[in-house]
Each structure stands twice: as structure tokens, then as C-alpha cells.
């Protein structure tokens, strides 16, 4: 079985544009989730989806959006770059609702804002 | 406010010694508890994890042990090995969901030959 996969694996952009970052789950995980990984914060959650829906949300602002189409590939949106959102971005797929199941991550998008 | 603390942000031992992870949570509603390893260029890989109704839990050469009470929990790697020199990270949820994890910031174990 195919792992998670992220695309693009590295992307420069500069301050104020917006980038979009995708990633395709394990084949039948309808759960993606997003993480972002700062060597200052550690990993930080960003949101979730299941079944096309957000269903749980972090602490970023507005500018971080995200979305998941109905074969559970989830795309995760950033706009009006800082400076501060050069990161390695993490998604990750479980099977299930919730509970008992761990989650299997990508190999990440490395994100540099010039 | 970090709610999942990794004190040590290194740690090296030797092979075939014991490696002790450690991490600390200050939200009691954390239920379920999760150690992943993360190499470099890599995504976080699952390695071993504990619900709070156990204080242990073991896979093979991984064990890890939750005190709650404390609201502490460590990994135990033995023997260790150099393939284990990774960055760890601890991660915690609630409500029995694994979808939102909380994780710690890192401990890089370096295990030297």
C-alpha cells in the first residue's frame, strides 16, 4: 500500500504571495491532517478533515486554510506569506473517526518565504 | 503555553545501552499518548503508543511507561542501537481521537557504535 504523499516536497516563494501544498493519504484513510514543523514550536496542529469536512482547528490565523475533496486528497492553503511561515509542512492520514488508531505521515513540504 | 514538554533536547548514548526518553504533559485531559521517530527528510513514523487506563506498554525493544499521577511519560529503548539515532517526539490527545495530536518539541537521540 501506497504511503502518504505530499507535493511539492520544496517550494520558494516570497512575503506576500500565497502558496497551495497538497497531499494524497493512504488509499481508504478518509482522515488528513495537517501539521506545521518550526524548529522553534516543535509540531503544531493546524486543522483536520474527515469526509470533506473540517472538523477540528488549531491556532493559526486566518491565512492558513485548507480543504478535502471528496477521494480524500486534502490541499492546504497559506496566503499573504510571512516571513514566519517558512516551515516543514506535515499531513497525515488515519483510517478512522478517531480513537485507536494512530496516524501515518508524508514525508513533508518544505516551505521557505524569501 | 506547551502542554507536551520535552526537557532534553538531546540525548547520546551508547550501543547497546539503555536510551530513556522523557516527556512531561500538563493537560489532564489527555488520554492517549503516542512516541514517534522522525529522521531527517523523512515524515514522523508511529512507534509505540499508550492509552492512560495502562501505566506500560512494550514492543519488543521499545517500552513505553506512563505515570499519570505525575503527568510524566518515558520511552525506554533497549538496547539501543545506532539505526534508533532519530528525533523522538512525544505527542499526546483526548477524547480517545487521534486526530489532533499535541506533540513535544523533539529529543535528538545520537546512539554511537
Known amino acids: 500500500k501506497a504511503g502518504v504523499t505530499q507535493t511539492p516536497r520544496y517550494l520558494i516563494k516570497t512575503r506576500g504571495q500565497q502558496v497551495t501544498l497538497s497531499c494524497s493519504p493512504i488509499?481508504?484513510?478518509?482522515?488528513v491532517s495537517w501539521y506545521q514543523q518550526t524548529p522553534g514550536q516543535g509540531l503544531q496542529f493546524l486543522f483536520e478533515?474527515?469526509?470533506?469536512?473540517?472538523?477540528n482547528k488549531g491556532n493559526f490565523p486566518g491565512r492558513f486554510s485548507g480543504r478535502q475533496f471528496s477521494n480524500s486528497r486534502s490541499e492546504m492553503n497559506v496566503s499573504t506569506l510571512e516571513l514566519g511561515d517558512s516551515a516543514l509542512y506535515l499531513c497525515a492520514s488515519s483510517s478512522q473517526a478517531g480513537g485507536g488508531e494512530t496516524q501515518y505521515f508524508g514525508p513533508g513540504t518544505r516551505l521557505l518565504v524569501l | 503555553d506547551q502542554q507536551v514538554k520535552q526537557n532534553s533536547p538531546s540525548l547520546s548514548v551508547q550501543e547497546g545501552r539503555i536510551s530513556i526518553l522523557n516527556c512531561d504533559y500538563t493537560?489532564?485531559?489527555?488520554?492517549?499518548f503516542l512516541w514517534y521517530k522522525k529522521y531527517p527528510a523523512e515524515g514522523p513514523t508511529f512507534l509505540i503508543s499508550?492509552?492512560?487506563?495502562?501505566d506500560k506498554n512494550e514492543d519488543g525493544r521499545f517500552t513505553v511507561f506512563l505515570n499519570k499521577s505525575a503527568k510524566h511519560l518515558s520511552l525506554h529503548i533497549v538496547p539501543s542501537q545506532p539505526g534508533d539515532s532519530a528525533v523522538y517526539f512525544c505527542?499526546?490527545?483526548?477524547?480517545?481521537?487521534?486526530?489532533?495530536?499535541?506533540f513535544g518539541k523533539g529529543t535528538l537521540l545520537t546512539v554511537n557504535p
Open positions: 488509499s481508504g484513510h478518509r482522515s
Open positions: 493537560n489532564s485531559m489527555f488520554d492517549y
Open positions: 499508550i492509552s492512560s487506563i495502562k
Open positions: 505527542a499526546a490527545s483526548r477524547g480517545g481521537s487521534n486526530y489532533k495530536l499535541t
Open positions: 478533515y474527515f469526509s470533506e469536512t473540517q472538523r
